[in-house]
């Protein structure tokens, strides 16, 4: 025996005394390892000895917790949790205090400054505004007949005479204000609309047309008189429908090109009334129609028009169909980069350079071939391409190219 009180076999006991620490004593009065606990070794979570050679698991720590023997929590910083602003828990049971944003910024649900200025809070109406964040913010527009001042505030802006077409006579301003648009001249009246007439016999009055835009000379007011409308700038001439042309210009209206380039020669537009035809020519009539002309393809002359174009006429295309065979000439709607077809065996064919020609500045019968030709001044025809005004007879030569017969020299050209 080694411990405890055990019988001496004479009917009495024996004290055999203790075990030594970390031993107990068993029913044999034998010393044994006694494992301890965890409360013993006062831990509360992890795995540790128990002191008898076994393993004694004190359990687990909660998410975010760390074991030394004891659970214990790190407090997160505000970086770990993403926030620059207001108060957040810590993780460990604490809170977390992340400052606070400048004005005007405030701190958003998610933890984050933002602009939180509004229009409201400005005083602002329209127009795009400073949020005082470094950014802007847009306060819309106005409605219409108000406009947005300096100070971002929708405002009436008073209409003048001029902008609301009133020569004489109260009218209002379109901001509660009346204007006065002054009185007319000796022998006018001022109209229901604000305009100055001339009375007429029988009852009425005739409001007078002003000038046209770059008109000239003499033009009817529409009351029976007849206005001055001075002279041209230099350089440029009064051409007979009344308006001011520039040099070479004469009758011919709208952007005509010089030298087969840049720069264009810029001829005034056409009377009221009147079209500028693709041959730059002012006509009273509407353009014509290739149905007015019975043709389905092809670009076609039409008298007191010019060029009307009807679409590519392909080779095999009937003649008698749609072709005038008498010319044995057809230009097809490509015209200016065309070719051009004749009648051959009664179909439509590509056609040699003529040789022979008569310039006309509406058709030019030389412009045929996949290559550009035109009519000269000696009435041939020759291949549009030069290298001095040698090769163009008598015209000049740009970028390459001939002008067209009477057509205007730019310094630019050889």
Same mark, same amino acid.
């Given at each position: 025996?080694?411990?405890?009180?055990?019988?001496?076999?004479?009917?009495?006991? #024996? /004290?055999?005394?203790?075990?030594?620490?970390?031993?107990?004593?068993?029913?044999?009065?034998?010393?044994?390892?006694?494992?301890?606990?965890?409360?013993?070794?006062?831990?509360?979570?992890?795995?540790?000895? /128990?002191?008898?050679?076994?393993?004694?698991?004190?359990?687990?720590?909660?998410?975010?917790?760390?074991?030394? &023997?004891?659970?214990?929590?790190?407090?997160?910083?505000?970086? *770990?949790?993403?926030? %620059?602003?207001?108060?957040?828990?810590?993780?460990?049971?604490?809170?977390?205090?992340?400052?606070?944003?400048?004005?005007?910024?405030?701190?958003?649900?998610?933890?984050?400054?933002?602009?939180?200025?509004?229009?409201?809070?400005?005083?602002?109406?329209?127009?795009?505004?400073? *949020?005082?964040?470094?950014?802007?913010?847009?306060?819309?527009?106005?409605?219409?007949?108000?406009?947005?001042?300096?100070?971002?505030?929708?405002?009436?802006?008073?209409?003048?005479?001029?902008?609301?077409?009133?020569?004489?006579?109260?009218?209002?301003?379109?901001?509660?204000?009346?204007?006065?648009?002054?009185?007319?001249?000796?022998?006018?009246?001022?109209?229901?609309?604000?305009?100055?007439?001339?009375?007429?016999?029988?009852?009425?009055?005739?409001?007078? %047309?002003?000038?046209? $835009?770059?008109?000239?000379?003499?033009?009817?007011?529409?009351?029976?008189?007849?206005?001055?409308?001075?002279?041209? @700038?230099?350089?440029?001439?009064?051409? %007979?429908?009344?308006?001011?042309? $520039?040099?070479?210009?004469?009758?011919?209206?709208? +952007?005509?090109? #010089?030298?087969?380039?840049?720069?264009?020669?810029?001829?005034?537009?056409?009377?009221?009334?009147?079209?500028?035809?693709?041959?730059?020519?002012?006509?009273?009539?509407?353009? @014509?129609?290739?149905?007015?002309?019975?043709?389905?393809?092809?670009?076609?002359?039409? @008298?007191?028009?010019?060029?009307?174009?009807?679409?590519?006429?392909?080779?095999?295309?009937?003649?008698?169909?749609?072709?005038?065979?008498?010319?044995?000439? #057809?230009? /097809?709607?490509?015209?200016?980069?065309?070719?051009?077809?004749?009648?051959?065996?009664?179909?439509?064919? @590509?056609?040699?350079?003529?040789?022979?020609?008569?310039? +006309? #500045?509406?058709?030019?019968?030389?412009?045929? &071939?996949?290559?550009?030709?035109?009519c000269d001044g000696s009435g041939q025809c020759r291949i549009i391409?030069?290298?001095?005004?040698?090769?163009?007879?008598?015209?000049?030569?740009?970028?390459?190219?001939?002008?067209?017969?009477?057509?205007?020299?730019?310094?630019?050209?050889?």
């Amino acid at each position: 025996m080694q411990c405890g009180l055990q019988p001496d076999g004479c009917g009495g006991m #024996v /004290d055999c005394g203790a075990c030594p620490q970390g031993f107990a004593c068993n029913g044999a009065g034998a010393c044994v390892c006694a494992p301890q606990t965890c409360a013993q070794l006062g831990n509360s979570c992890g795995a540790w000895g /128990d002191g008898c050679g076994g393993t004694l698991d004190c359990g687990t720590c909660p998410p975010g917790w760390y074991c030394f &023997g004891v659970c214990a929590c790190t407090p997160a910083a505000c970086v *770990d949790i993403g926030k %620059s602003c207001g108060v957040w828990p810590d993780g460990c049971g604490g809170t977390l205090a992340c400052g606070s944003c400048p004005a005007p910024e405030a701190c958003t649900p998610a933890g984050a400054c933002a602009c939180t200025t509004t229009c409201a809070s400005l005083g602002k109406s329209c127009g795009t505004q400073p *949020d005082g964040c470094g950014g802007s913010i847009d306060c819309g527009a106005c409605p219409a007949g108000l406009v947005c001042n300096a100070a971002g505030a929708c405002v009436c802006v008073p209409q003048t005479c001029a902008q609301l077409g009133k020569s004489c006579g109260p009218s209002s301003d379109g901001c509660g204000g009346t204007l006065d648009c002054g009185t007319c001249s000796a022998g006018m009246s001022c109209n229901g609309s604000g305009a100055c007439c001339i009375p007429q016999m029988g009852g009425g009055c005739c409001v007078p %047309s002003p000038c046209p $835009a770059g008109a000239c000379g003499s033009h009817p007011d529409g009351c029976g008189n007849v206005l001055d409308c001075g002279s041209c @700038p230099a350089g440029d001439s009064c051409n %007979s429908y009344g308006l001011c042309a $520039a040099q070479g210009c004469g009758d011919l209206c709208g +952007n005509i090109p #010089v030298c087969n380039s840049p720069p264009l020669l810029s001829c005034p537009g056409c009377p009221s009334g009147m079209s500028c035809s693709p041959g730059h020519e002012c006509y009273a009539n509407p353009p @014509p129609t290739c149905a007015d002309l019975g043709k389905t393809c092809g670009t076609w002359y039409a @008298p007191s028009w010019g060029l009307i174009e009807c679409g590519i006429c392909p080779a095999g295309t009937p003649c008698s169909v749609n072709e005038d065979c008498g010319s044995g000439i #057809v230009v /097809d709607n490509q015209y200016f980069d065309s070719h051009c077809l004749e009648c051959v065996s009664g179909m439509c064919a @590509p056609t040699p350079l003529p040789e022979a020609c008569t310039f +006309n #500045v509406l058709y030019d019968p030389c412009m045929v &071939g996949y290559q550009q030709a035109t009519c000269d001044g000696s009435g041939q025809c020759r291949i549009i391409g030069c290298s001095s005004a040698a090769d163009c007879n008598g015209s000049c030569c740009c970028n390459g190219s001939c002008s067209s017969p009477g057509s205007t020299c730019f310094s630019t050209c050889l």
